[in-house]
C-alpha cells in the first residue's frame, strides 16, 4: 500500500514564497509521476504541476513561472516551490502519484493574504 505524506503548507502573505514537500513509501514502481493538484473551496481539484520519473515537468498555465516542481534524489520524493504567491493560489495542496493506479495525499492547506 503506498502512502504519501506532504509537509510545507501555511499562511503566506501575497509576493511570499512557500515550499511543499510529499514523501511516498510502500511499494512504488520506478516508471511513476509525482506532482502537485489543488482545490479551492467551491471548486473542483485541478493540476498544479507534475513531473515524471524520466523529468519530464507540466505546469498549468497559472503558476508557470511562478512554481517549479522537482524530485529529491531518493525519487520517491516530490516538491513544489512556489514563487510569487497570489491570494488566488488559496487551496488545499494534494500530493499525487500516478503508476499504474493513482494515490493521493492528505493534502496541506496554503493561504495566501492579500
Known amino acids: 500500500q503506498v502512502q504519501l505524506v506532504e509537509s510545507g503548507g501555511g499562511l503566506v502573505q501575497a509576493g511570499g514564497s512557500l515550499r511543499l514537500s510529499c514523501a511516498a513509501s510502500?511499494?512504488?514502481?520506478?516508471?511513476?509521476?509525482m506532482g502537485w493538484y489543488r482545490q479551492a473551496p467551491g471548486k473542483q481539484r485541478e493540476l498544479v504541476a507534475v513531473?515524471?520519473?524520466?523529468?519530464?515537468?507540466n505546469y498549468a498555465d497559472s503558476v508557470k513561472g511562478r512554481f517549479t516542481v522537482s524530485r529529491g534524489s531518493a525519487k520517491n520524493t516530490v516538491y513544489l516551490q512556489m514563487n510569487s504567491l497570489e491570494p488566488e493560489d488559496t487551496a488545499v495542496y494534494y500530493c499525487?502519484?500516478?503508476?499504474?493506479?493513482?494515490?493521493w495525499g492528505q493534502g496541506t492547506q496554503v493561504t495566501v493574504s492579500s
Open positions: 499525487y502519484l500516478n503508476t499504474y493506479r493513482s494515490d
Open positions: 510502500g511499494i512504488i514502481l520506478s516508471i511513476n509521476t
Open positions: 513531473i515524471t520519473s524520466g523529468g519530464s515537468t
